[in-house]
């Protein structure tokens, strides 16, 4: 039922900046928090940040200050703004959406390279 499209992602120079997207098919206030995560070849999913349905940010200590989260419920959207962009950011972004206790929703993601 729940559809996650992310875009945004591309090719970018290390030191660049990418701003993703996320569009949800349900309003975002019926899921108790959205979330980005990547991966990138060969290796484990990987959370980044995410925003509760009440506006609470959690973001992994590695990124803050680099990956900023947000969101436009009119658009049922949220963003992950990328800053300072280094070549091992080079994965693919995906997109989570969680109903609790146990419904939980990925869109199939956006790859991001970065490179010169």
């Known amino acids: 039922q729940v559809r996650l499209v992310e875009s945004g992602g591309g090719l970018v120079q290390p030191g660049g900046s990418l701003r993703l997207s996320c569009a949800a098919s349900e309003s975002i206030f019926t899921f108790d928090f959205m979330a980005w995560y990547r991966q990138a070849p060969g290796k484990e999913r990987e959370f980044i940040a995410q925003?509760?349905?009440?506006?609470?940010?959690t973001t992994k200590d590695g990124m803050k200050g680099r990956f900023i989260i947000s969101r436009d419920s009119t658009k049922n959207t949220i963003f992950l703004q990328m800053n300072s962009l280094k070549p091992e950011d080079t994965a693919v972004y995906l997109c989570?959406?969680?109903?609790?206790?146990?419904?939980?929703?990925w869109g199939q993601g956006t790859p991001v390279t970065v490179s010169s």
């Open positions: 989570r959406a969680q109903r609790y206790p146990g419904d939980t929703y």
């Open positions: 925003v509760t349905k009440g506006g609470g940010i």
